[in-house]
Structure formats: C-alpha cells, structure tokens
C-alpha cells in the first residue's frame, strides 16, 4: 500500500511538473512575440513576457516545495499517545446546522476529546437546537454568552477547556472522522505550535459551487502545503486549526479588531517564531454561498479582513533586520493582496490593448494558453489522488479569465474601500444546510 501511494505521488508530481515545463518550452525563442522597448507597444511586449516569466517561476517553486512537503509529511510517524483535544465550536444564529456539526463531532474516530458549543447570542433557535442535539452526550458542553463576534466567542470556549490541545472550527464544519488523529501527529514536534487543516467544499450545487471547490482545493489549500515546508503556512483557517492552548493564550487569543481572526492569530503566531504545518488529511467540509452575491460579500470580508491584519503590523518591514520573518509575512501579504491581483488586472488589459493596436494576435495567445496552462498544473497535482470530480479540470481551464478575473476585482474593491475608511458590517451568510451536492 505505501509503494502504491509513492508511486501514485511522483506520478502526479511528475505529470504537474510536465506542465510546467511545457509552460516554459513556449518560451521558445521561435515562439515568443520578439522582445522590443521601442515605443508604447514594445514596452507592453517585453512586461508582459517578463510577468508571464515570473508567474511561471512562481507555479514551479509552489510545485516544487510542495512536493518536498509531501515526502516529508509522509515521513511523520502516528503517535502512541493520543492526547486529549478541547473542541471549540462558536456560532451565531446556526440553528440549521448545528445539530448535524454536534452528531458527527460526537462521532469522531478519536480517543479523548471534548467539545465546546458556544452560541454567541444568537437571535434564532441555535442555543435550544444544541442543547437538543447535546442532549445525552457527555462529550458536548453548550455555553451562551451575550454577542460579541466570533473572536470572543472562540476565546470564551478556549479558557474553559480542560485539554492543553484546542482544535478550532466553524459551527457548519464538517470534520472527518480521522481529521484529529492525522492532524495530532505533527505536535510531536516541540517547535510545531499549529496545525491548518484542509477545507473542501460540501455543497457542490451549482457552477458558482464548484468555481469555489477548485478555489479551495488550490488556492486554500495547495499552496499551503509549499508554505508548510518552511512552517509558515500563513493562514490557520477558521474551519480546521489545531493548536497548542498555551499558545493562543500567550498571544492574547483571537483579536476581534479585524475582519480575519483567524489570519491575525496566525501572523501573531509566526512572528512569535512558532512553526505551523499543513495537514491535508486533517480535512473538514463546510458550506460555501451557492449564489455569486453571497460569494462577493464573503470575499470581500476576508480580503479587508487579511489587509486589516496586515496593515496592523506594516512596521515590521522597517525592522528587517531584527525580525527577518515578520519582514517576509508582511511582504508576502502585500504581495498577495495587493501586488499580484492589480498585475493580473493590469496585464490582462495591456494584452488586449496590444493586441487592438498591434493586430498581432501572438502575445495575446501566450498569454492565454500559459496561464491556463500554469493553472491546470496545480489542478493537476491537487486533484490526481482525490475523488473530486475529473470536470474541475476543465473548469480550470477557464478559471483564470472568469472567476479568477472576478476575484481580483473584488481584492482591489475592498483595498480601496478598507484604504478610504469605508465602513463595514460583518455580514452572515445564510446557510440553506444542503448535503454534498453531485460529486
């Protein structure tokens, strides 16, 4: 069995990195629009080659280290041991899911743990719903506590519980079975503080859906697993963290000054020089918004959330020297949030400009086909050893120009309202408690 897995890893590994290496034979010399600085056109020419060039490193050095995470992950003995886990599950007027969320919880294949339900003040039936749904299973505490946002209600949860390890989720997450007997495993290490689980979609319904399973599948999870190698996965998501109790409470638990707790937390974390890892396997399902309007206001709460915690800690790039990691988290956030997307933007209407005014149609399919291409090379190793649907390939290979495209949009959206000081709600998304949808 472990052969088959090995083999079934470097074809998949093998197979991306074929992608990658076609991406860069287009680089032909033969192929390439000839590089000129001569005038407006011929800059446009040479930047967006020069920016298709760096994309390209960029796919190939997240291939390559995640890759090297998964030898090394492979290599992490189970424990023999299984310490007990405190299980914090705050919510807010979750009165549709949250008996589904304590039943499987109180099903996990894991030897000691407790779970904490905390209703946050909600308006609904969320509070009587799990006191129901706890009702005869010793492992379930229901707490309530007046509003206060999710932050307090996670921090509230964690200082009563009575295990030194704490597994933080949402309250319409969906553990696997094995989710914490796969993600306990890397604690053994004494420099690894935390562990970010792998966040799938549950309600595959609809093209809006699955446009959200390929986002998670790579872009929330994949690159983590590059980021793992170095322990500085940068996000510790909502759904799915492990951590060390003692941890949370040094850094003062979560902050409720920003949109993403969860992102503040984990930046805290890593400046603080603790090493959070990736585990794939400890995998949990959750409900995405099933309509693009749901998408938007969810999306938008993140990015100003992610700018938010970023912006609190910009000093650090004065301090390079000092504090070398927190130098590089907060370059690469800028660079994610606000660098990247507005590049995207800008060369994806560079492309058609040139191609409008030069009537040369050879930049424009470089363009097209090596991003796709880049692309369908994530898709490729993320999907290869899964039961997802073979279909999210193809909707890669449009990806990049529609809900990529809008994705940036709504990045550069939220910069600028978060810049000028537009107000924000934190906004619900309405849960419709749906299953799995078709896979």
């Not at 743990?113 to 505490?141: H, K, M, P, Q, W």
């Amino acid at each position: 069995m472990k052969d088959r897995e090995s083999l079934t890893r470097f074809l998949r590994i093998l197979v991306a990195f074929l992608f990658i290496v076609i991406a860069f034979w287009i680089f032909a010399p033969s192929r390439v629009p000839r590089l000129s600085m001569s005038g407006f056109l011929g800059f446009i020419n040479t930047g967006i080659i020069i920016y298709l060039l760096i994309l390209s490193v960029r796919h190939f050095l997240f291939l390559y280290f995640s890759a090297r995470e998964e030898i090394r992950r492979d290599s992490v003995p189970d424990v023999d041991h299984y310490p007990g886990i405190s299980i914090i599950v705050p919510g807010y007027n979750e009165e549709v899911v949250i008996a589904k969320t304590i039943e499987t919880l109180d099903q996990l294949d894991y030897p000691e743990f407790e779970v904490l339900v905390v209703d946050d003040g909600s308006t609904d039936a969320t509070y009587a719903r799990a006191l129901e749904a706890a009702n005869g299973r010793s492992r379930i505490r229901v707490l309530t506590k007046s509003n206060g946002g999710k932050a307090r209600a996670s921090n509230f949860a964690i200082e009563q519980a009575k295990y030194d390890l704490v597994f933080c989720m949402d309250a319409d997450s969906l553990p696997q079975p094995r989710a914490l007997r796969e993600g306990v495993k890397h604690l053994r290490d004494p420099d690894v503080v935390a562990v970010a689980g792998s966040v799938l979609v549950l309600n595959q319904k609809n093209a809006v859906t699955r446009f959200q399973t390929l986002e998670y599948l790579t872009g929330l999870n994949f690159y983590k697993s590059a980021q793992s190698f170095f322990g500085l996965v940068t996000i510790i998501p909502g759904p799915s963290g492990l951590f060390r109790k003692d941890v949370i409470l040094r850094m003062g638990g979560y902050h409720a000054d920003t949109f993403a707790e969860d992102c503040d937390l984990t930046l805290r974390i890593l400046m603080d020089g603790g090493r959070v890892v990736y585990e794939p396997l400890m995998e949990v399902r959750t409900e995405v918004p099933e309509t693009l309007l749901a998408v938007i206001k969810q999306r938008y709460r993140w990015n100003r959330g992610i700018l938010q915690a970023t912006l609190k800690h910009i000093t650090k790039l004065r301090r390079w020297r000092e504090e070398p990691v927190a130098f590089f988290l907060i370059g690469y956030f800028m660079a994610e949030t606000l660098v990247l997307p507005t590049l995207n933007l800008a060369v994806a209407a560079l492309t058609l400009i040139y191609q409008i005014a030069s009537a040369d149609l050879s930049l424009f399919s470089l363009w097209l086909v090596q991003l796709t291409i880049l692309d369908m090379s994530v898709v490729v190793m993320t999907l290869w050893d899964t039961r997802w649907p073979i279909r999210l390939l193809l909707y890669s290979v449009i990806n990049r120009f529609t809900y990529a495209f809008f994705q940036d949009i709504v990045k550069l959206f939220s910069l600028f309202e978060e810049v000028v000081g537009i107000r924000m709600n934190w906004g619900k998304l309405e849960r419709v408690g749906g299953g799995e949808g078709d896979q």
